[in-house]
Nanobody, 121 residues
């Protein structure tokens, strides 16, 4: 089984910064893409940022230039550095990874429990 543990959420004022971390552990034979999704109240879950196994990032237009995603493959960890935060960034942020839990070359989606990010003065 693959487990994801997220940390780093909280309350921050507009213009502030937060850094989210998500560590994958358990039976992992390989990791493909890793990313962060977010879901605001009454809204659908949307991709904020993702990063391929080769390190290529992808961002939602709404976060480009403010968020930076990175990964440490040795630690099976993905990070999301969020700067210039806005009230519109308020949401629950979920970590998502594509992991191979066995010897077969089959990858599955795994989700973290979510961490609350609130941007408010």
């Amino acid at each position: 089984q693959v487990r994801l543990v997220e940390s780093g959420g909280g309350l921050v004022q507009p213009g502030g910064s937060l850094r989210l971390s998500c560590a994958a552990s358990g039976r992992i034979f390989g990791l493909n893409a890793m990313g962060w999704y977010r879901q605001a109240p009454g809204q659908q879950r949307e991709l904020a940022a993702s990063i391929s196994s080769g390190g290529s990032p992808k961002y939602a237009d709404s976060v480009k230039g403010r968020f930076t995603i990175s990964r440490d493959n040795a630690k099976n960890t993905v990070y999301l550095q969020m700067n210039l935060l806005k009230p519109a960034d308020t949401a629950i942020y979920y970590c998502n990874v594509e992991a191979r839990p066995g010897l077969l070359n089959v990858y599955y989606d795994y989700w973290g429990q979510g961490t609350q990010v609130t941007v408010s003065s």
